[in-house]
């Protein structure tokens, strides 16, 4: 499915956040001269909404590939600048160390209420888009962005999430908060989880995977744990780590559950 990008702005605490947007055309199919044109009825045709969460490194060239290739399975998805309130408009960490220390001083910089504030406001553009089916909403996130996509799912309104090896829900460390208390409330989730580690991942060791799936399977919400043999951060089509495989196994289980869950009517 084509897609177009953009970048919008959204002030959240009055804090300027960017927020890298991907959607299908509006134009679904084409006639014999090859002429894009719209359905049938004539109506712009609506799709599921998905707040997608960078790595502590913000908005870079494999996380936009990301948020586009999510796009191109026909989702509205929208990814925001984590560390907007810290970082210039516009900000990419590069993946050095350097940019490794200063994305984690960033997120120690951040208070869980300035997160969860992030994932409303940009929930609310989703809810208002022209493209999005009502309702219809689900979230994404790597490392620790697959930590605020467990917490965006708290939302009521939330129906699906994927949280790609996500860091600090089994000690409880988010930003500033020593505990952001992400386990304690995982019983408030309405929707469906996917849950992805790495089976050789020193971020999130075989003791904090066994915290965070015995919590899962105590608070009743639906969900799938998947453990692949694979490093922290395979999913980053750049670098030594990427593995492309176990990355595309990630992304058929994710777009599967998205369409199971959020696609209705053939929205």
């Known amino acids: 499915m084509q897609i177009a990008t953009k970048d919008i702005d ?9 927020v890298y947007v991907a959607a ?7 006639n014999e001269d090859g002429e ?8 712009a045709r609506k799709y599921p909404g998905i707040l997608l969460f960078s790595e502590i490194f913000q908005l870079t060239a494999p996380i936009k590939r990301s948020v586009e290739r999510l796009a191109g399975y026909g989702f509205v998805v929208a990814a925001p600048e984590i560390y907007h309130r810290i970082e210039p ?10 940019g490794r220390m200063r994305g984690s001083e960033d ?32 979230t994404m996130g790597f490392c620790i962005g697959g930590h605020l996509a467990m917490r965006a799912a708290l939302q009521p309104h939330v129906k699906a999430g994927v949280c790609c090896y996500p860091t600090g829900v089994h000690n409880g460390r988010l930003g500033q908060n020593a505990n952001a208390g992400t386990l304690e409330r995982l019983g408030e989730i309405k929707g469906e989880l996917l849950v992805v580690f790495g089976g050789i991942d020193p ?3 075989a003791e904090g995977r066994k915290v965070v799936t015995e919590a899962l399977e105590n608070s009743g919400v639906t969900h799938e744990v998947l453990t692949l043999p694979a490093e922290h951060a395979f999913m980053r089509d750049e670098g030594p780590r990427y593995d492309s495989e176990r990355a595309d196994a990630v992304w058929w289980k994710a777009t599967s559950l998205f369409r199971r869950v959020l696609v209705k009517d053939g929205n």
């Open 24 to 30: 299908p055309i509006a134009m679904v199919d084409r």
């Open 10 to 18: 959204i002030r959240v605490d009055d804090s300027l956040m960017r």
């Open 36 to 43: 894009a044109v719209a359905d049938e009825d004539g109506a």
């Open 107 to 138: 997120a120690r910089r951040t208070s869980v209420a300035a997160f969860d504030a992030d994932t409303c406001a940009t929930f609310d553009y989703l809810g208002g888009h022209s493209q999005v089916a009502p309702g219809q909403l689900g």
């Open 89 to 98: 408009v516009g900000t990419s960490i590069a993946y050095d160390d350097i």
């Open 203 to 205: 971020h999130v060791p």
